[in-house]
């Protein structure tokens, strides 16, 4: 892909604009995925809750306008069975496929601790008209949330895993928010 130019014209009156045009080829993100030149690979990524995830990943370098400006990030496209997600990153151009996969699906695990905070630790209940008491709720919480993660720690070293849980639920590894 070629790198795009941004193009101050002039106004009615000579002066330069305040807004560029872009010069270049455009393209849709959602119509990339499907191109015939993209070679994805099979990745497996992280342990789930319904085995290992496993996914198609494949990244392009593309070029983004921010704030005025023109820079390269990578494009980084996964295909699971049932969708499709697009991420940016400004990870190096070194950085390999496999790690770009990995440090996307960690957003997994803070999406679990905010549900966990919501259902377990009352977080959806709060109600607060001070950004004050806000602040202190969420101290509280994180609190909470660290002290049961403190625990669940303790047990885990104090205590062997079950193999027969393992088998029973034919995982590897059983994984719990929080």
Not at 146 to 168: C, G, M, N, S
């Amino acid at each position: 892909m070629c790198r795009p130019r941004l193009v101050y014209r002039k106004t009615k009156r000579g002066q330069r604009a305040k807004r560029p045009v872009v010069q270049g080829r455009a393209y849709d993100v959602r119509s990339l995925h499907a191109s015939p030149q993209l070679r994805y690979q099979r990745l497996t990524v992280r342990p789930g809750e319904q085995g290992y995830l496993t996914a198609d990943f494949v990244r392009l370098p593309v070029w983004i306008i921010y704030q005025q400006t023109v820079r390269p990030e990578w494009l980084l496209i996964r295909l699971d069975d049932s969708r499709v997600t697009y991420t940016l990153s400004n990870a190096a151009w070194q950085t390999p496929l496999e790690t770009m996969a990995w440090r996307k699906s960690l957003r997994h695990f803070a999406e679990c601790s905010n549900q966990a905070s919501k259902s377990d630790l009352g977080w959806d209940e709060f109600q607060a008209i001070k950004y004050r008491a806000w602040q202190h709720q969420l101290a509280l919480t994180l609190l909470a949330g660290w002290f049961i993660t403190e625990i669940r720690l303790d047990w885990a070293a104090r205590y062997q895993h079950q193999p027969v849980l393992l088998a029973h639920y034919q995982v590897d590894l059983l994984l719990f928010c929080l």
